[in-house]
């Protein structure tokens, strides 16, 4: 296949960079780990029955293609552009997590590993983890943040009945990055038989391209879709960002396509002036965590900050190196939704249209309720909605005093 | 490059027929003053070469003994300018033990590479060791760091084999550190032979002296893999012993920073017994 020299979509360069992001920053045990992974998955992606049997998969087992909704009732409300939501909530296990992990876990089994690892946050991704290791018999521990594993509880319980063994890590605030630190030292460790089943795109080359063509899915299936509906594309593309899995997964089929805005959506928290957030692209600067350059929140030592976010699922210091990119060269916004935007969309979405979503795309939501009013009755944007909300009923409950 | 303290050190020891002693500890732990007698008592005590932890909040690579040793020095309002005063203060009154700053990268990148080695260098630091920058990335920290006079010491790992290896030596100096272990600092399960067979391997390769560490932790441990190798290298029981001497409110104490040059002495002591015929 030749790709054009003037596309977007050609990226990681040989050495896993976008630009100056990317890469791989990993202790020298892991090294030819990740050289071995990156074999691996070029040799996977030549390799029609692998592209056969995700494709088997996704449609049996996940339950794709995902539907492309038209969300009447909230275009009338907003009074502006034609909204459609990309139902990846709809997915077995409730979220896109699933494309990459099943992608992931083929891999795992085409390299012969047969223990598999993974960090979570709001625990969307230990439950994919989980379900793909339940369903193709590998042992499965899962890493997750003290902090998530209380406010999160509905997953914990989820993974454990898949068989998961889940491991609350206590360090630093008890978050994602400390899950993700955690699974990398468990990876040092057992360098011979274990998988690192990454969720997000983000961590050392290959892992930001591995999870951005697994989520792709969701990006190839809405041009599909909105061509077939619209006779068109859309004016603008919209998703929440945390690692950034679900927003490059929508965004990198529409990135050659200029009439199409790109819009991704960071965790405001309480609000950009202290350290109540989870904007790195908006608040942070360039640095090198988990593997990656990438936009992070830190302090002027170079230290990680601990973010805050209402939604887990967001609440991570750094974002995947090729959203850093797409920052940079212009060709994708980063806008921050604070808290209680998200929490406002994730009742009026609820209310209006009967659907209950999670509170990362509710972020996403709360952009769009922006931006509809502000374009034309007859311009279209599509939002990825990228989970649902059940995992988030008991802290909505509590935010809203309702007691469960 | 010019010879280097690193370099002087190594040549001294191997004249003497024994393995240097290399000791790990983390820069403010548990405070600036603590930390920085107990830096000032290491060459008395019998470290040969220092290594100095720059805290990093993020330590992926360290098991439990050094993160919290990174955390009690982060909560202590520890900074990179207060590490490399402290190396400066080391200097004044001493002009022979090397130094080498240790860990991660990100610290370095935002006060930028070029800087940053210039810094170091004139502060007194003779090498780095920064676990997350592999050779693929040579030009950014560690061609700028020769280029200033600091030796860029690597970490070999059992995972490191025959076909890589040229590649993680190729810009190597001072000596290379190899990491007995798959795994994270503090790691139990140290296999003198597999150590002593992989430091041989590695010596096929380079003529650099090679220092073992990640899990020594007795005088014995020192002795045995100092029958191999030319250094050994000790972190984690030095920053729990650190640990085990604070008080209820986790503060120093009068027998915070003996505990760690007695610990230094008994494993100088084992080093020394692994002298070689
Ligand atoms: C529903 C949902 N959306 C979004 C995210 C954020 O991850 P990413 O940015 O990788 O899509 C998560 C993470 O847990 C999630 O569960």
Sequence with gaps: MTTLANTMRSGPDERGHFGIFGGRYVAETLMPLILDLEKAYNDAKADPEFKREIETLNKHYTGRPSPLYFAERLTEHLGGAKIYFKRDELNHTGSHKINNCLGQILLAKRMGKTRIIAETGAGQHGVATATVCARFGLPCVVYMGATDVERQKPNVFRMKLL???????????????????????????????????????????????????LQSVIGKETREQILEAEGRLPDAIVAAVGGGSNAIGLFHPFLDDESVQIYGVEAGGRGLDGHEHCASLTAGKPGVLHGNRTYLLQDDDGQILEGHSISAGLDYPGIGPEHSWLKEVGRAKYVPIMDDEALEAFQMLTKVEGIIPALEPAHALAQVIKLAPTMDKNQIIVMNLCGRGDKDVFTVGGMLGFNL | MTETRIDRRFKACAEQGRPALVTFITAGDPDLETSSAILKALPAAGADVIELGMPFSDPMAEGVPIQLATLRALHAGQTMNKTLDMVREFRKTDADTPIILMGYYN???????????????????????????????????????????????????????????????????????????????????????????????????????????????????????????????????????????????????????????????????????????
């Design chain 2, 107 to 277: 610290p370095i990148y935002v006060r930028e590479p070029v800087a940053f080695v210039k810094e170091a260098k004139e502060a007194g630091v003779d090498g780095l060791i920064v676990v997350d920058i592999p050779p693929e990335a040579d030009d950014e920290l560690c061609i700028p760091a020769m280029e200033a006079g600091l030796n860029f010491i690597r970490l070999a790992t059992p995972t490191t084999d025959d076909k890589r290896l040229p590649a993680v030596l190729a810009n190597t100096s001072g000596f290379v550190y190899y990491v007995s272990v798959t795994g994270i600092t503090g790691s139990a399960n140290l296999n003198a032979t597999n150590v002593s067979e992989a430091v041989t391997r590695i010596k096929g390769h380079t003529d650099l002296p090679v220092a073992v560490g990640f899990g020594i932790k007795t005088a014995e441990d020192a002795e045995n893999i100092g029958r191999k190798a030319d250094g050994v290298v000790v972190g984690s029981v030095l920053v729990n012993a650190i640990k085990d001497s604070l008080d209820a409110d986790g503060r120093a104490t009068e027998k915070t920073v003996s505990a760690v040059t007695d610990l230094v002495s008994s494993l100088a002591e084992g080093a020394r017994r692994a002298r070689k015929a």
């Design chain 1, 163 to 213: 068989g998961a063994e889940i491991v609350p890590v206590t360090a630093g605030a008890g978050t994602l990055k400390d899950a993700m630190n955690e699974a990398l030292r468990d990876w040092v460790t057992n360098v011979d038989d274990t998988y690192y089943l990454i969720g997000t795109a983000a961590g050392p080359h290959p892992y930001p391209e591995i999870v951005r063509d």
